[in-house]
Structure formats: structure tokens, C-alpha cells
């Protein structure tokens, strides 16, 4: 004991002989606050020259102009509006047009993205050969490059509404857009509706005392096509006895231009087909990566204990390699969504293209524009991240 | 004898063959129904894309010709005198034609400096680096704007095309280099508040699409310094995308990092080695090692994103090709495609250059630790 005392008296005695900003914690304290120093300079500095900038401009600061007349058009509008209203309007109408397209986006190159990274890792030589050239070609050349190509060189070389391409299915494709026929609901569809729902609830509740009634006796039911005859097969009963509720209006020539039915237009089409495309990609990569990290021995022994390859696939690989792919696949849909400001490019008016473009150039007022287009990426992000995090713990491996 | 007749009937056909290319067509493309079938839409596929490329781009393609009436004939494919009219415009943008020896010498420089550098079997890394790092950037930046030497002073806002392009990816990434080491070792930091400001201004900037960042770099960093002070459109843009590539590229070297064992840390520490001898010596040039595929696949991201300096004005290689396929003299219905396909084609050789040389550099890392 008296000798560990005297050490420690001898390492104290040394430190206190030793200058104090030699010691690590000191040293600590005094980089942060330089850092906190720098910084906090720095900052000041720029509101600083930035409030003597605008001034000189005349342009005040805050947020008053929000409620300012926008009086321009957006082309896109899902949410009423038109160009008497404010331009806190014009705000929500470009991020309606953002989740829009990039929620379609998300769904389109997930699907073209799975099916192209199991193309990848086919049996089939010429198939998995095709798949690589897609992700190899695709990958390497700039997003934007391949939505001017998209706006430019494809669909604003369409022919003009007098020679249009029809679609299958009442439909017609030309410099305009794509003009596609619109569902009208008469009377009784809410009764088709609300069937869907009932569906939908029912085969939950099958799902459940499906797996419960397997847990206590080990017997199995076919949940999927149950589901599917629920969801599906009734309501469209229901639909046909109720003598087919639903009507579609065509869209038809008249003049130099479709009148009825609904409009994509070529904006939002170039920009729809460029992420999904683009981002498919990177997508297919993941796939292929996360199925090729499964173990082989996880799909042997899932054989050999008698699982079909179906259900070798269903229930085992297919479950690991999700947990490979969903971190990666998180950060592509948030790079799909970033990317979806590169509509400002071709004209589609998301919210970079109507916020940070011509309500800046109406008003001046950039410092907050900037701020509020970014304060909208950031939340998009940081809320999808936290959710992430949420969704690995729960999926993470549980190791014994 | 009878037995034996039976027998010698009953003997089995003898094994298809396991070899060969008819055998290697039935295991690969025949092995099932569906697999057939999908070899034929696939063979399908292939022909179409194939075919429909040969078409546009040589049987029915345009090769002569001094404007673009030469390409509006019905069904005209690719029309290619606007390359090659154009194909200076391309690489140089509105560079004066008499300094564009200029260019063509850093290209030279460059792929001198670079080529021994990224071939691992050519010895002098050391002097290579310090050329290619040190050296080469001094002597581009006199060549290239001039305004000493005797050489003419080129205004920035002249450059244009691949130059734009190449000059803002290698001078983002290498301007980035610093500030991304910084942050990542901020990130890894046991100070707090050090902690605190690399994480928010990582997450803040790969939280934002680039786009915004460039729009705060073209109309907020005026409002930013002191009143009368301006700079160069280009000089915005290069802050702009520097920033926003240390971002990325700091948690690339976070995850090298990470990778190096703690016992590299602590025997260093034991030496008696500073904090600056500890990463300088020790740390970093492992983890930088490590994570070059990192870094190239960061660098490619960047070289496609440059494309997007077209947004705030400047014309990179996209922006200029955009900016011909609108001229009326070369108006076509072919002529914005052409010009797509070729800048695609340019950015593709570069990109997918860069994307083999990085799997190759991840192999011979990973044939290291097979050892």
C-alpha cells in the first residue's frame, strides 16, 4: 500500500512540475475554445457582411415576403393553386412536386433495380451479361447528361399531337407528354373501395392466426393466395356485380391538342425516367452485393434440413442478404431524392426549381431561400436517418 | 448369351459432353424452359440495341457536311460534322485558339506526372508524388491563366468544355483533401465540441444536394464578404464543390480509419510520438492506403457531378455541348442526340476508366491481406 501511495505522490509531484498546458486535458479545453473563438468569429463576420450587403441592396431580411402575391404559374400544380396566391403557396406546391416525383422515383428503381441485380447474378450467361452492361453503361455517365438526354433528345423529339403515338390502352404520346385515360368513379365505387379495405384487414388478421395456429401445432395455411383472394379476387367480384362502378375518360383530339383524360407532362416524365434509370444502377449493385454475402453455407443447411429452394430462398437468404441491402439501399433513395432538385435543369417544378429559382430571382431574398431549400433536404435526410437506425436495430443480427 | 444381348441394349447413352461450346451454350443459356426463354429475349434485346446503335450511328449517320441542313433529311441518324465542327469548342470552350498549346501541355504534364504514379510496378513514387502534388499544380495554374511569363492572361470565364470539367473534379478533390482529413479526424476526435462541429458540418453537407450548395457558393458568398470584394465565377464554384466533396470524402477516410488496428494508435503513442507524428506517420498513410478505392470512387462521383456548374453559368463539358445543340446553324433533329451520345461517351471512358483502375488497386489491397 505505502508503495502504490508513494508512486502515485511521485506522478502527481511530476505533474504538477510539469508546465500546466503540457497536460492533455488542458490542452483540450484551450483547442476548443480557439476553435469555438474561429468559428464564432468567423460566423459573426459573415452576418456581419451579409446584413451591410443586403442593406446596401435594399433588400430586408426575414421572412415577409412569404406572404407576398407569387404571381407567376407553376406548369405542375397537385395542390390548388394559381398565380394570385403567396409564395409560402408556391413553397408548397414545388415540395408536393418533389415527394412526388421522388416517391414514384424510390418505387420505380427499386423495382428495376432488384430485378437487374438478381439479373446480374443469373445462371443464364447472356442475362447476367446484359444486366452488367446496363449498371456499367448507366453508372458512368452524369445524371444530368442522361435527363437532358431524356427531355431533349427523346421526348421533346416526340412528334407534335396531330401525329401522336398511341399507347396501348387508350392512351397517346407526343411533344406534350403522355396522355393516358382518367379513372371517374360513379356511384357504388365506394362500396369497391371499401371492400379493398375489408381485404386487406382480413388477410392481416388470417396472417396472424395463421402463424399463431402454426406456433401451437406446426400445421401451415396458404396465407399468400387466401391474401390474394381477399385483396384482389373479391372486390373486383364485388366490382363486376355492382355492374363495373368505374368509367374512364379518354383523351381525344380536338384541335391542335387532348382534351380529357389525364397529362404527364414531358418535364416530369424525362425527370421520372432519368432517376429511375440512373438510380437502378447503383441499386442493382447493392442487390447483387448483399445476395452474394449471404454464406453459401446458410442456403446448404437451409437444404438440408429440408427447406425447398423456394423456401431455402424465401425464408433464409432473402432475410440476411435485406440486412446487408437496406442500409446502402436508405442512402440511394436519400441520393434519388437529392438528385430530384436537378430538375431545375429541364423546367419541372419541384421545389429547387420554384423556390430556389424564381422565387429568388422575384424577390432577391436569398439567404433564406437557400436556407429553407436546404432546412427541407436536411429534414427529409435526417428524419429517413433516424428511421433507418430505428429499422437496424430492430433487424440487426441478435448474436448469442 | 440371351442375358447378355440384354444387357448390351440396356447399356446407357454414353454422357453428354461437360465440355465444349455446345455444352457450355446448354449449361449457360439452354440449362431450363425459362432459361431458353430467356436467352431469346434476351438475344432479342441485344439485336435491337445493337442493331438500332449501327443504324443511327453509321448506315444512316451523316459524316460530312458544313451545317446542320446536311442532317434533316428524313430518318437521319447521328449527325457527326457537328462533333467534329464543334469538337474544339468541346475541349477548350472559348480558350483562344492560339494559347490552346497551352492546355494541350498540362494534358502532357499531367499524363506524365499521372501515368508512372498509378502504375504500381514504376519506381521514384516519392519524387513522382511530389511532382504530380506539388510541382505540376503550380506550373497548369501559370500555363493555364496566364498573366506571368510572358504568357497571356486568360480570363476564366473563356474556359469551357472538358477543361472546365477536369479542372473543377481534380482541383475539388485535391482541395477537399485537407479539409476532409481534417474532419475526419475531428470526427474521431475525444474533444467534444471538435467532435461536435466535424460531425454537423459532415451530416449538414451530405444532407443537401450539391445543386443548393452551389447556388450558396454562386449567390451567398458574395453576400457573405465584405462589401466591393468579388471573385471568379470559376473560383465559387471550385469553394463550392470543395467543400462539398470533403464532406463525403471525410467519411471515406473515417471508415480507413477505423480499419487501422488500435495497436498502431497505442505502439505509437508509446514511442512517444506528438499527435501530429502519431496520424502523419503512423495512422495516415495506412488508412489512406486503404481507402484509395474509396477515394477514386468519391472522385469519380465528383468528375459526373462537375456537370452540374451548367446550373450557375459556367460550361463545363455538358453545359458547352447544351449550349451548341442550340445553335441554329447546326439545327437538326438529330443534332441534340449526337451531341448527348458524345458527351456521354467522353464521360463514360473517364469514368469507367477510373472505376476498372480502382477494382484493380482493391485487388492487389486485398491480395495483401491473403497473405
Not at chain 2, 505502439?267 to 478505392?293: D, F, H, N, T
Request: glycine share 10%.
Amino acid at each position: 500500500m505505502a508503495v502504490i501511495t508513494g508512486e502515485e505522490g511521485r506522478t502527481r509531484a511530476q505533474q504538477a512540475r510539469a508546465p500546466f498546458f503540457y497536460r492533455p486535458e488542458v490542452r483540450q479545453v484551450i483547442y476548443q475554445v480557439v476553435l469555438v473563438v474561429v468559428l464564432v468569429g468567423l460566423f459573426y463576420a459573415l452576418i456581419d457582411n451579409t446584413a451591410a450587403n443586403l442593406r446596401k441592396q435594399n433588400i430586408a431580411s426575414g421572412f415577409g415576403f412569404v406572404d407576398r402575391t407569387a404571381g407567376f404559374d407553376i406548369s405542375q400544380t397537385l395542390i390548388d393553386y394559381n398565380s394570385s396566391m403567396t409564395y409560402g403557396r408556391a413553397f408548397l406546391v414545388g415540395l408536393v412536386n418533389t415527394l412526388v416525383v421522388a416517391g414514384l422515383g424510390i418505387v420505380a428503381a427499386t423495382v428495376l433495380g432488384f430485378v437487374i441485380g438478381i439479373a446480374r447474378l443469373s445462371h443464364n450467361w447472356l442475362i447476367a451479361r446484359l444486366a452488367t452492361v446496363y449498371v456499367e453503361v448507366i453508372r458512368n455517365i452524369p445524371l444530368l447528361l442522361q435527363l437532358f438526354f431524356w427531355y431533349f433528345a427523346v421526348l421533346k423529339a416526340l412528334p407534335p399531337p396531330r401525329q401522336s403515338l398511341t399507347v396501348p390502352g387508350g392512351g397517346f404520346l407526343n411533344v406534350r407528354g403522355l396522355y393516358l385515360p382518367s379513372p371517374v368513379p360513379e356511384a357504388g365505387f365506394e362500396v369497391v373501395l371499401a371492400t379493398i379495405l375489408i381485404g386487406v384487414a382480413a388477410s392481416l388478421a388470417v396472417g396472424l392466426w395463421a402463424r399463431w395456429r402454426q406456433r401451437l401445432t406446426g400445421q401451415q395455411f396458404p396465407v399468400f393466395w387466401t391474401s390474394l383472394a381477399l385483396i384482389v379476387a373479391l372486390p373486383l367480384l364485388v366490382h363486376v356485380l355492382l355492374g363495373s362502378p368505374l368509367a374512364f375518360e379518354y383523351p381525344e383530339l380536338k384541335g391542335f391538342n387532348f382534351q380529357g383524360g389525364m397529362v404527364l407532362q414531358p418535364e416530369f416524365l424525362a425527370l421520372l425516367l432519368g432517376l429511375s434509370v440512373y438510380t437502378a444502377s447503383f441499386i442493382a449493385e447493392i442487390v447483387r452485393a448483399g445476395i452474394q454475402g449471404v454464406s453459401k453455407g446458410q442456403k446448404e443447411a437451409a437444404l438440408a434440413i429440408g427447406l425447398t429452394q423456394g423456401q431455402s430462398l424465401r425464408l433464409v437468404v432473402i432475410p440476411q442478404a435485406m440486412r446487408i441491402i437496406i442500409p446502402p439501399l436508405t442512402s440511394q433513395f436519400l441520393n434519388l431524392t437529392k438528385n430530384s432538385s436537378l430538375a431545375v435543369a429541364i423546367g419541372y417544378p419541384d421545389l429547387v426549381s420554384v423556390w430556389s429559382g424564381t422565387v429568388l430571382n422575384q424577390t432577391g431574398q436569398a439567404v433564406e431561400v437557400i436556407l429553407v431549400t436546404m432546412g427541407v433536404f436536411l429534414s427529409i435526410s435526417l428524419i429517413t436517418s433516424a428511421f433507418m437506425n430505428w429499422f437496424n436495430r430492430r433487424m440487426a443480427l441478435v448474436e448469442r | 448369351m440371351v442375358a447378355d444381348t440384354d444387357v448390351a441394349t440396356e447399356v446407357e447413352a454414353p454422357p453428354r459432353n461437360t465440355v465444349g461450346p455446345i455444352a457450355w451454350i446448354r449449361s449457360n443459356l439452354l440449362s431450363s424452359w425459362s432459361n431458353a426463354v430467356l436467352t431469346v429475349l434476351g438475344l432479342y434485346l441485344t439485336y435491337q440495341v445493337v442493331s438500332g446503335l449501327i443504324h443511327w450511328g453509321l448506315l444512316t449517320a451523316t459524316f460530312t457536311g458544313a451545317d446542320g441542313s446536311v442532317c434533316t433529311r428524313e430518318g437521319a441518324g447521328a449527325c457527326w460534322p457537328f462533333i467534329t465542327a464543334k469538337f474544339a469548342q468541346f475541349m477548350y470552350g472559348r480558350y483562344p485558339e492560339t494559347e490552346r498549346w497551352r492546355v494541350d501541355l498540362v494534358y502532357i504534364l499531367a499524363i506524365a506526372g499521372l501515368v508512372p504514379l498509378m502504375i504500381p510496378r514504376v519506381p521514384g513514387k516519392f519524387w513522382n508524388a511530389i511532382y504530380v502534388f506539388v510541382i505540376f499544380p503550380v506550373i497548369a495554374f501559370f500555363l493555364l491563366i496566364g498573366g506571368a511569363f510572358g504568357l497571356l492572361r486568360i480570363d476564366t470565364a473563356l474556359w469551357g468544355g472538358l477543361l472546365v470539367t477536369l479542372v473543377v473534379a481534380t482541383v475539388g478533390i485535391a482541395g477537399s483533401f485537407p479539409l476532409g482529413i481534417l474532419l475526419a479526424l475531428g470526427r474521431r476526435s475525444k474533444m467534444p465540441i471538435v467532435r461536435w462541429v466535424s460531425v454537423g458540418f459532415i451530416e449538414f453537407v451530405r444532407g443537401v444536394p450539391l445543386i443548393t450548395v452551389l447556388f450558396m457558393a454562386s449567390v451567398m458568398l458574395p453576400l457573405f464578404l465584405p462589401p466591393g470584394v468579388t471573385f471568379d465565377k470559376l473560383l465559387r464554384a471550385l469553394i463550392g464543390v470543395s467543400l462539398f466533396s470533403a464532406a463525403y470524402l471525410a467519411e471515406v477516410i473515417r471508415g480507413g480509419l477505423q480499419a487501422i488496428p488500435r495497436g498502431q494508435f497505442e505502439a505509437a503513442e508509446a514511442l512517444g510520438l506528438s499527435y501530429g507524428q502519431r496520424m502523419g506517420l503512423i495512422v495516415l498513410p495506412q488508412a489512406l492506403k486503404l481507402v484509395i478505392p474509396g477515394i477514386v470512387n468519391t472522385f469519380i462521383g465528383l468528375f459526373k457531378d462537375t456537370s452540374l456548374v451548367l446550373i450557375i453559368g459556367l460550361f463545363d463539358l455538358l453545359g458547352i455541348v447544351q449550349l451548341n445543340n442550340a445553335d441554329s446553324k447546326w439545327f437538326s433533329p438529330t443534332t441534340a442526340m449526337t451531341g448527348y451520345v458524345f458527351a456521354a461517351f467522353v464521360f463514360w471512358i473517364f469514368c469507367f476508366g477510373m472505376s476498372r483502375y480502382s477494382q484493380m488497386i482493391e485487388r492487389r489491397l486485398a491480395a495483401g491481406d491473403r497473405r
